[in-house]
């Protein structure tokens, strides 16, 4: 089966957890935004049911989806151009799940990284949702038939299970159903660091506020948090090669040209032979630059979440004009009656 035999449309999303930070916005959603700007049909979601395999309080949880959707909007998303959705309120995801429930195998799942990392030693313990989590985001894709899907490396594994579900869905049913989905991650910010331990993803759940730089954060807090964060007493490389074993100073290069939209390789021609002294109120400058405007407005659109949940539902009816088709196609190859008309 080729890709090209769908019309090409981007899919992801963000799980409304709190504490949305620079690695979700270099890694995700400021690549949202640049698809919308290549205008290609972007539909991003709040994967709330994707939040709730592990326990949330519900009024956080109602807090940070419409937080989210601000950030969404802040970051550049146009509501007019990108479909923007929490996935509750598109109940099709969570019934094409069901159907790739049945069609992925035990083994498959039980190879997840993640969920190793998040069930952790009590493993017996974790909900069956964070083991099942792949199945849902297969479906969040593949319910658009979505052939392009922006995300942070951490991601790739579950992008592969989403292939492998369509590959066995077209397959056992004798179709050309599903698209297979090409994973997007690419740039310099796909993988960013915490700011104390350049070994560790930059991550909402990281006990230590000062690892990560949050979108909520005001410019001295940002400043503060570069200004702390762990280095090596050398001065910066010119080429990338003298960047290998050095976790911290890679990663501060990688948020640089992330944010700057430049290369590691160019981002070392400019501040190759700095000290960190000289290399982080650069960094900090930028960082203010590109970040503050995106505090600033989730924070006066927080204050309008009536606009917030209209954009959402109509985010919905959108969407639900391309899943509930596609859902009722896949009910059809998998042999569901239809309802009669009476
Ligand atoms: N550190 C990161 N660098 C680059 N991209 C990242 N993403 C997450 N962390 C980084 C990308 O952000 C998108 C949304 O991720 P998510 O909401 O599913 O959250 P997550 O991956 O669970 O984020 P965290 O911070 O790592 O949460 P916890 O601490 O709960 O595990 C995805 O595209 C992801 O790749």
Redesign the pocket.
């Known amino acids: 089966m080729s890709e090209t035999s769908f019309t090409p449309r981007v899919f ?6 709190g ?1 949305l ?4 916005y ?4 400021k690549r949202f935004v640049d698809w919308q700007a290549m205008d290609a049909e972007t539909i991003y979601c709040m ?1 709330d049911l ?1 939040a709730i395999t ?1 326990w949330q309080n519900p009024t956080d949880l109602q807090k940070s989806t419409r937080e989210l959707c601000a950030g969404f909007i802040a970051a550049g998303l146009d509501p007019e151009k990108s479909i923007l959705i929490n996935q509750s309120q598109v109940p099709e995801h969570a019934q094409l799940a069901w159907v790739f429930n049945c069609v992925a195998r035990m083994g498959w799942m039980q190879r997840m990284t ?1 969920f190793k ?2 069930a952790g030693k009590n493993a017996q313990n974790a909900s069956l949702g964070l083991f099942a989590y792949p199945a849902l985001m297969a479906a969040d894709i593949l319910v658009y038939h979505a052939t392009h899907v ?6 790739k594994q579950h992008l592969e299970l989403a292939r492998d579900i369509a590959t066995k869905f077209n397959h056992d049913y004798g179709v050309d159903f599903f698209p297979i989905t090409e994973p997007v991650i690419e740039g310099a ?6 700011l104390r331990d350049g070994t560790k ?6 006990v230590s506020d000062a690892s ?1 730089i949050n979108l909520t954060d005001d410019a001295d807090t940002i400043a503060k948090k570069i200004r702390k964060a762990k280095t090596d007493p050398d001065a910066l490389p010119s080429e990338v090669e003298g960047l290998s074993d050095r976790a911290e100073a890679k990663n501060l290069v990688n948020i640089y040209a992330g944010l700057n939209n430049q290369s590691v390789e160019d981002v070392l021609v400019d501040v190759g032979g700095k000290q960190f002294s000289e290399f982080k109120p650069m960094l900090v400058e930028l960082a203010v630059s590109k970040m503050s405007p995106i505090t600033t407005e989730m924070a006066r659109l927080m204050e309008h979440q009536d606009e917030i949940d209209k954009i959402l539902a109509r985010g919905a009816e959108r969407a639900r004009a391309i899943t509930a088709p596609i859902l009722r196609q896949t009910y059809d190859i998998i042999g569901m009656v239809p309802p009669a008309p009476f």
Do not use: C, F, W, Y
């Open positions: 992801s999303g963000i799980q409304p957890t504490n930070h620079l690695g979700n270099l890694g995700a959603l994967v994707h592990v993640q990392d998040k922006p995300v942070g490396e951490d991601q910010g796909t993988r960013v660091m915490s993803k930059m991550s909402k759940s990281d990560r």
